[in-house]
């Protein structure tokens, strides 16, 4: 058993040495992306840091004492992008797979949006828009169906890696106090002897700040000596100690739990990237060389500013040497030889200084794709219309595909983790409330059948001699009622049985393109859209009308599914008056209509 010990301890110490080996090649060593081009990651996120939040990384005093001004440039356009690129779970649209039902898949996406929302979905989606500009990648991390954002400044991944699949290490470090520390291996099931070995180890380690955690996902070699993908929690504790002959033996730390796993439980996403490294490139690194020029410029000018402020004075009467502000008066008349005149002190560099500072800015419009249109601003004066749209339309475009590369990764979270959490969830009876356009498109979808089911009891108490005979009359009015029964109350809490979604047939589609719509096509679209089925009802039945009009409300960014519940009822009463020759008949009301057996919804 000893034995066994003895080598436990040897493998965490090797474990603990390979940590400290791959965290000091991160934070220390530069990788080659070409040559002369070279990479730190931790570096570079550090810089982000700086630059975002206005700060100089040597300080906001120069050399001589002078206070430094940050000129931040890069702040705005990480908002711009933020804003170009954005959707909300609104865009995520469930459509029918072959062999699926359309009715359950409709049932479906309203609750799995109505869940997103109890789950604070939305706010994920806004988290990863924001910080993609920034730093250039975001990492989600998702455990026990929980979704955490991971600090990149404790994120340490092989530099050289494309993706996180493929990089030989992931290690994330978590500094805890000693009360989150006991909380946070809890929720972890770590035995409790070894918490209170790495606590005892951490109170009696000098200068130590936190009890720092190494969770790593990587090929780990055991006893035996075979290697298998694991995740192993270390606990960085302990003090190096030397043995008889002065060699220092490190500390092994505290292994707190290793695991065999298949995937480690990160998702990434990314703005833009560069071969041969695995962090992103956001709008900050992008500008780092206009940034640092511009605050050059900025305390160049300001420095400047201080020498053209003084006011001085110059008299060639070597008798007179006083400080006209402190020993002259108001009306005070001075007795000199020589006439005291006004030193100028002109500023000859302004042009200069501006003309340099617009350059700059015009080079961070260029590299970031930040112009004037795109972020609403007004256009200069004489500017054609026709060239403003033409650069809104290619800047939107690009923000386009960078959308439609970050809805490709969230889709692929959505299949493997998110939905499937959500069809676990649901198995359950539960509720799905209804509201506005889907109260109605359920009201429409249904609404036929319950008027059948109606005129049926009705036309049985005719045939008892109970009633006459429903008449068309008799069914319009069946059909009031039957609408406005099931819209009390304007929402609807409509019973889902349970494991409803088991076999639901689904894909899905996230729309790309809603925030960057022009809205006057869109509305003029809807405008012309309107017309149309007002001038003609049959654009909507005709198979050949409806494709053409279908094809004509797409390229407006307006989907005619969107209105299909809402058009069709008034179709069919537009198009039963045309039969009758235009004119409109008043309704015969049914003698008996028996409203007390509407159908009562739940």
């Not at 004066?381 to 960078?402: C, V, W």
């Amino acid at each position: 058993m000893a034995g066994f010990n003895k080598m436990t301890e040897l493998q965490n110490t090797n474990i603990l040495k390979l940590i400290n080996e791959e965290k000091y090649n991160y934070e220390n060593k530069r990788i080659q992306i070409v040559p002369n081009f070279l990479f730190n990651q931790k570096e570079t996120i550090e810089t982000i840091y700086f630059y975002y939040n206005s700060k100089f990384q040597t300080g906001d005093i120069d050399i001589e004492g002078d206070k430094k001004y940050f000129f931040n440039i890069v702040k705005n356009p990480c908002e711009v992008h933020t804003k170009a690129i954005d959707f909300d779970t609104k865009d995520i649209r469930i459509l029918t797979a072959d062999g699926g039902n359309p009715a359950k898949t409709w049932y479906f996406e309203r609750d799995l949006k109505q869940w997103m929302k109890n789950q604070n979905f939305g706010k994920v989606l806004n988290r990863i828009f924001k910080e993609l500009p920034i730093f250039g990648s975001v990492v989600i991390k998702i455990i026990n169906n929980n979704l955490y954002f991971v600090d990149l400044r404790n994120f340490i991944v092989e530099q050289s890696a494309d993706t996180l699949s493929g990089a030989n290490y992931i290690i994330e470090k978590h500094p805890y106090t000693v009360m989150n520390f006991r909380k946070a291996m809890k929720d972890l099931a770590i035995d409790k002897s070894k918490i209170e070995e790495a606590v005892k180890l951490y109170r009696e380690t000098p200068d130590a700040k936190h009890l720092m955690v190494y969770e790593r996902y990587g090929e780990v070699e055991d006893n035996k000596g075979n290697w298998s993908y694991r995740r192993v929690y270390i606990a960085d504790v302990g003090k190096d100690e030397s043995d008889q002959a002065g060699m220092v033996i490190p500390h092994k730390g505290i292994e707190l739990k290793s695991e065999e796993i298949e995937k480690h439980p990160y998702w990434e996403f990314h703005l833009n990237k560069i071969p041969g490294r695995w962090l992103g490139v956001g709008m900050v690194e992008l500008l780092f060389d206009p940034q640092i020029r511009e605050n050059e410029l900025v305390n160049v000018q300001a420095k400047a500013t201080y020498a053209r402020g003084m006011i001085l004075f110059q008299t060639l009467d070597p008798n007179y040497n006083k400080n006209l502000k402190k020993d002259a008066e108001n009306f005070q008349v001075l007795g000199v030889d020589q006439l005291i005149q006004e030193i100028p002190i002109p500023d000859r560099n302004l042009a200069y200084f501006n003309e340099e500072t617009k350059k700059w800015l015009a080079n961070r419009d260029e590299l970031t794709l930040s112009y004037d249109v795109i972020q609403g601003e007004r256009l200069p004066a004489g500017t054609p219309l026709g060239s403003a749209q033409i650069a809104a339309t290619m800047s939107l475009s690009y923000f386009d595909q960078i959308r439609e590369n970050i809805a490709l990764d969230i889709k692929e979270m959505l299949y493997d983790v998110i939905i499937p959490n959500f069809q676990k969830q649901s198995t359950a009876e539960h509720s799905l409330r209804l509201i506005g356009e889907d109260l109605d498109t359920y009201v429409q979808m249904i609404k036929g059948i319950k008027i059948n089911e109606e005129i049926v009891k009705l036309a049985i108490k005719s045939m008892t001699g109970r009633n006459p005979f429903p008449t068309e009359s008799d069914k319009e009015v069946v059909g009031i009622a039957v609408e406005g029964t099931m819209k009390e109350g304007k929402e609807m809490l409509l019973p889902i049985p349970k494991n409803f979604y088991s076999d639901v047939k689904y894909q899905i589609e996230i729309e790309i393109t809603g925030e960057s719509k022009d809205t006057r096509v869109y509305t003029a679209t809807l405008f012309g859209g309107l017309q149309a089925i007002t001038a003609d009802p049959t654009i909507l039945e005709d198979p050949i009308k409806r494709k053409f009009f279908s094809k004509y409300l797409e390229s407006g960014g307006v989907r005619m599914e969107d209105f299909m519940g809402q058009i069709k009822p008034q179709l069919e009463q537009t198009l039963e008056k045309r039969k009758a020759g235009g004119g409109v008949s008043r309704p015969v009301m049914p003698n008996n209509p028996v409203m007390a057996e509407m159908p009562q919804i739940k």
